[in-house]
């Protein structure tokens, strides 16, 4: 509503009575946000996927997600894992399964104050084949 009021120049509040006055359906501010920064739907939406040569790959990260993952928001979700197989195994999962594009995966490290952060980023670095930063 404050796009359309800016783009109209006018306030916000004569769009939403407006909207108001003729019965049209406003979405909550988080639903239109998504959408803004969906505009091709759903990114964690299933894929049609071959069961026998993925279903592997589903379960898997359906489990993973289910023991040690949550939603941060409408727009990511986390894992928290130490075995670097197993977090190779759920990329893998959201690249298969939802078609998560490789550059928009992102990662993050919890480093305690007596351990080496260096050393730390490099194996992460070497184990799941992606760049230190």
């Not at 120049?9 to 920064?37: M, P, T």
């Not at 993952?69 to 990511?76: R, T, V, Y």
């Not at 594009?101 to 919890?110: H, M, N, R, T, V």
Request: charged fraction near 30%; charge should be positive; aromatic fraction near 14%.
């Amino acid at each position: 509503m404050k796009e359309v009021a800016d783009l109209l120049k006018i306030s916000y509040y004569k769009v939403r009575y407006c909207l108001q006055k003729e019965g049209v359906f406003r979405r909550s501010l988080s639903e239109a946000i998504y959408r803004k920064d969906n505009p091709k739907g759903d990114p964690f939406s299933i894929q049609k996927f071959n069961l026998i040569n993925d279903g592997f790959y589903f379960g898997l990260g359906v489990g993973l997600f289910w023991g040690e993952g949550c939603k941060k928001d409408m727009k990511s979700i986390r894992l928290g894992n130490s075995d670097p197989h197993l977090i190779k195994s759920f990329i893998v999962f959201l690249k298969k399964i939802y078609r998560i594009d490789e550059e928009k995966i992102k990662f993050s490290l919890q480093v305690f104050s007596d351990m080496n952060t260096k050393k730390i980023k490099e194996f992460w670095a070497r184990e799941l084949n992606i760049k230190e930063s």
